[in-house]
């Protein structure tokens, strides 16, 4: 009996081990931030009016409070985004045509807040960027890959300034920078800027 009890406890480590090395598909969105009740209700983006000066979202000239939708041209959701008094709140999600999801990011205010993350816009969708905010302003740690799954970038930035471990790496693996940011000052190997940017879920860089 005590025999079969440790084959038993063996055969579970094993499947455990096995489990925990299955982690290259995206992870199911559970994005942070401050939640409000927001009606439910939703309308078209195309009934709806923005005005660029106040980042104010309006329904016949008055706040708009509910969700705004828009559809792909087989009528599957594009779009659905959390608004509050005019203003993004919670969660705003985006689709890829094929079903698959392009964009998820949280809201605070009209502000980014929270976590943020994009897929890629190819056939395997890959995890692209797994970025957080406060207040509208990068923070926290953010990570970037390439469309073809491998790390591109993991910095740690305070309020949108860098602050610790900065690195970025090639293709291949290989760093082509690694410091540390500290009260303005860099300690390290620094090859080149870290600037980075996401079009239309595309990543761009800037070396």
Same mark, same amino acid.
């Given at each position: 009996?005590?025999?079969?009890?440790?084959?038993?406890?063996?055969?579970?480590?094993?499947?455990?081990?096995?489990?925990?090395?299955?982690?290259?598909?995206?992870?199911?969105?559970?994005?942070?931030?401050?939640?409000?009740?927001?009606?439910?209700?939703?309308?078209?983006?195309?009934?709806?009016?923005?005005?660029?000066?106040?980042?104010?979202?309006?329904?016949?000239?008055?706040?708009?409070?509910?969700?705004?939708?828009?559809?792909?041209?087989?009528?599957?959701?594009?779009?659905?985004?959390?608004?509050?008094?005019?203003?993004?709140?919670?969660?705003?999600?985006?689709?890829? !045509?094929?079903?698959?999801?392009?964009?998820?990011?949280?809201?605070?205010?009209?502000?980014?807040?929270?976590?943020?993350?994009?897929?890629?816009?190819?056939?395997?969708?890959?995890?692209? !960027?797994?970025?957080?905010?406060? !207040?509208?302003?990068?923070?926290?740690?953010?990570?970037?890959?390439?469309?073809?799954?491998?790390?591109?970038?993991?910095?740690?930035?305070?309020?949108?300034?860098?602050?610790?471990?900065?690195?970025?790496?090639?293709?291949?693996?290989?760093?082509? !920078?690694?410091?540390?940011?500290?009260?303005?000052?860099?300690?390290?190997?620094?090859?080149?800027?870290?600037?980075?940017?996401?079009?239309?879920?595309?990543?761009?860089?800037?070396?």
């Amino acid at each position: 009996m005590k025999c079969l009890t440790q084959i038993v406890l063996l055969l579970n480590m094993l499947l455990t081990s096995c489990a925990e090395k299955e982690t290259k598909v995206p992870p199911t969105p559970t994005l942070t931030a401050t939640s409000v009740e927001i009606p439910n209700i939703s309308v078209d983006r195309s009934l709806l009016t923005y005005d660029n000066k106040a980042s104010l979202w309006t329904l016949k000239d008055q706040p708009y409070s509910g969700y705004i939708v828009s559809f792909h041209q087989d009528s599957t959701l594009k779009e659905k985004i959390g608004i509050r008094a005019g203003k993004k709140q919670n969660q705003a999600i985006r689709w890829y !045509a094929d079903g698959h999801l392009q964009e998820v990011a949280n809201y605070q205010e009209g502000k980014l807040h929270g976590e943020k993350q994009t897929w890629s816009p190819d056939a395997q969708h890959v995890l692209i !960027a797994h970025l957080h905010y406060r !207040a509208g302003r990068p923070h926290g740690e953010q990570r970037q890959w390439y469309p073809t799954g491998e790390l591109y970038k993991k910095l740690n930035l305070n309020m949108g300034k860098e602050a610790g471990i900065q690195q970025a790496f090639r293709p291949n693996g290989d760093l082509y !920078a690694n410091y540390e940011a500290k009260d303005g000052r860099v300690f390290g190997l620094k090859k080149a800027s870290l600037c980075y940017g996401l079009e239309d879920g595309n990543l761009t860089f800037t070396k």
